[in-house]
């Protein structure tokens, strides 16, 4: 597994922007994926997640619900997150993971692959 995200930019306060996620070595159709930040200067945070499977489940962080949706295309090979209504504070990298397991959970811990990062900078 090789994960490599893109999409990340500067927008605007109440703008939207898109990241992806794909695994270069293969495909994400057994893994359990999710996105992470990290914020300047603190640690990493848990942003959402989705299992594995055609019926995937999703669970996102408090401060994103109803803003931000992941979802994945199995035959692209691809997961997203969606970023809607974007405030000043949720200025950071965002990272991609992935596990070879049905549900990673909501800790970085749960996620043995991880891409590079993609800065997303909200400008008030």
């Known amino acids: 597994v090789q994960l490599v995200e893109s999409g990340g930019g500067l927008v605007q306060a109440g703008g939207s922007l898109r990241l992806s996620c794909a695994n270069s070595?293969?495909?994400?159709?057994?893994?359990?994926l999710a996105w992470f930040r990290q914020p300047p200067g603190k640690e990493r945070e848990f942003v959402a997640a989705i299992t594995w499977g055609p019926g995937s489940d999703t669970d996102y962080a408090d401060s994103v619900q109803g803003r931000f949706t992941i979802s994945k295309d199995n035959t692209k090979n691809m997961v997203f997150l969606q970023m809607d209504a974007l405030k000043s504070e949720d200025t950071a990298v965002y990272l991609c993971?992935?596990?070879?397991?049905?549900?990673?959970?909501?800790?970085?811990?749960?996620?043995?692959?991880w891409g590079q990062g993609t800065q997303v900078t909200v400008s008030s």
């Open positions: 993971a992935a596990q070879e397991t049905w549900r990673g959970g909501t800790r970085p811990q749960g996620y043995a692959y």
């Open positions: 070595r293969g495909t994400l159709g057994r893994l359990a």
